[in-house]
């Protein structure tokens, strides 16, 4: 299963191909604009109003730093990932 936005290119005819030849595969759209069903949303925010708030940044580099020390921190914390799916209202089934 694989869920996707609306972006262009992942309803491109070639992946769309892709797809109907897999019968194995399905593939979920979200709705064109759905930030609350996307658990991605709520990660840009803990990063937004953490690591990257108050902070004048000097270079790409500097930028580029201070995210990956923000996901590092939400990587090895599971309760701040846990967060971000539950405001989702989604949960997660093995199949």
């Given at each position: ?11 491109a ?44 940044f000097?270079?790409?580099?500097h930028?580029?730093q ?10 090895y ?7 971000c ?11």
């Open positions: 299963m694989l869920v996707w936005d609306n972006l262009n290119v992942h309803k005819a070639d992946l769309r191909k892709v797809a109907q030849d897999r019968d194995w595969l399905s593939i979920y759209y979200l709705p064109p604009y759905a930030p609350d069903l996307n658990p991605v949303e709520g990660t840009w925010s803990l990063l937004r109003r953490g690591w990257l708030s108050n902070v004048a000097n270079t790409p580099g930028l580029v201070r995210i990956r020390r923000g996901l590092r921190h939400i990587q914390r599971s309760e701040l990932i846990d967060g799916l539950a405001e989702t209202g989604l949960t997660i089934r093995p199949a």
